[in-house]
C-alpha cells in the first residue's frame, strides 16, 4: 500500500499564481504515473529514495534533495526505483506568470531537475509540511498558503549554485523519431475513436511495423498505450473537474460511458465515481490507496 497525504485548496480569484494543492506520497517500489499529461505545473520534492522520470527521449534519473517538474500538457512517465522508492511532497499550481517565474528559475524541457543544498532543502522541507497541514477555510489562510507557495518557489531559486541535472538521452534513430510521432498523435488525438491502423495511416507505415518498434522502445503495445493514456487522463479530470462521467468518458474516447466504468473499474477496481470519492477524501488526511 501507498501512504499519502493530500490538500486542496479553494479556488480564489487570483490569476497570477494560484495554488491548486499539494500533497505527501510515500511510493511502493516501481509505483509510476503516466503516460499522461497534467494540466498545470507540478513540482515535486524528493525527500529520500529515488527514481526516473521520462520526457520525450531524455530519462532523467532522480534521487534525494532534488526537484523534479512537470509542465503543463506535456507527455510524461515517472516511476519510483524497485530497490529504493522515492518518497515525495509536491504542490500544484498554475496562473498566467507562472511560465515566466519557471523560466526565470530556469525549468523548461530538458531542464527539468534540479538539486538543492541540505540546507535549503530543509527549508522547503518545513514549508510544504504548512501547506499539506493548513485548512483551507478562511480569506486569512488563503493568503497564507499563497505567500508560502510565493516562498517556496523563491527557496528554489538557490538552486543555481548547486543544479544537479542528470539527463541521460537515447540514441536518435528513425524508428525511435516514428515512436515519438506516434506518442504527440496519441496525445492529439486520444479524445476520438483512435486506432494502432489511424496512427499507422498518419506516419505512412505499416501497422505491424509501427506496432513492433513502438513495443521494443516503449515496453508496451501502442493498442494498450493508448488506453492507458486515456485512463490516465480520465483519472486526471475526475480529481480536477466537476464533469460528469458521462462526459469524461466521451472526452477521453471512449465508446461508451458503460464501457469505460468496465475498462477503470478493471484498472482500479472501483468505480470511476467511487474513485472520485476517495481521491476527494483524502483532503487534509492520510489514507491508503492501491
Not at 486542496?8 to 510515500?26: A, Q
Amino acid at each position: 500500500m501507498e501512504l499519502e497525504k493530500l490538500n486542496l485548496y479553494r479556488d480564489t480569484s487570483w490569476n497570477d499564481i494560484k495554488l491548486r494543492f499539494c500533497g505527501h506520497s510515500e511510493c511502493l517500489p516501481l509505483h509510476s504515473y503516466g503516460p499522461g499529461t497534467r494540466p498545470y505545473y507540478l513540482m515535486h520534492f524528493v525527500l529520500s529514495g529515488k527514481g526516473h522520470l521520462v520526457v520525450n527521449k531524455t530519462e532523467y534519473l532522480i534521487e534525494e534533495k532534488q526537484i523534479f517538474l512537470i509542465e503543463p500538457d506535456q507527455m510524461v512517465f515517472y516511476q519510483a526505483d524497485k530497490e529504493n522508492p522515492w518518497t515525495y511532497s509536491w504542490v500544484g499550481f498554475n496562473g498566467k506568470l507562472a511560465p515566466y517565474f519557471m523560466h526565470r528559475l530556469g525549468f523548461g524541457y530538458p531542464s527539468l531537475t534540479k538539486g538543492l543544498s541540505t540546507e535549503v532543502f530543509e527549508e522547503i522541507k518545513d514549508l510544504l509540511e504548512i501547506l499539506i497541514s493548513i485548512k483551507n477555510d478562511s480569506t486569512k489562510n488563503d493568503l497564507y498558503t499563497n505567500g508560502i507557495l510565493l516562498l517556496l518557489l523563491s527557496k528554489v531559486g538557490t538552486f543555481i549554485e548547486n543544479s544537479k541535472e542528470l539527463p541521460e538521452r537515447k540514441s536518435r534513430q528513425n524508428s525511435e523519431s516514428h515512436v515519438q510521432q506516434a506518442i504527440s498523435i496519441v496525445e492529439d488525438f486520444y479524445g476520438r475513436g483512435l486506432t494502432v491502423q489511424y496512427i499507422a495511416d498518419k506516419l505512412n507505415l505499416n501497422r505491424s511495423y509501427l506496432s513492433e518498434i513502438f513495443s521494443k522502445q516503449m515496453g508496451v503495445p501502442l493498442k494498450k498505450y493508448i488506453l492507458d493514456f486515456r485512463i490516465t487522463q480520465s483519472e486526471e479530470f475526475l480529481f480536477t473537474s466537476d464533469w460528469s462521467v458521462d462526459y469524461i468518458s466521451q472526452i477521453c474516447g471512449f465508446s461508451s460511458p458503460s464501457y469505460f466504468s468496465k475498462i477503470f473499474k478493471e484498472y482500479h477496481g472501483i468505480s470511476p465515481t467511487e474513485y472520485r470519492k476517495n481521491r476527494h477524501k483524502r483532503e487534509r488526511q492520510i489514507v491508503l490507496v492501491k
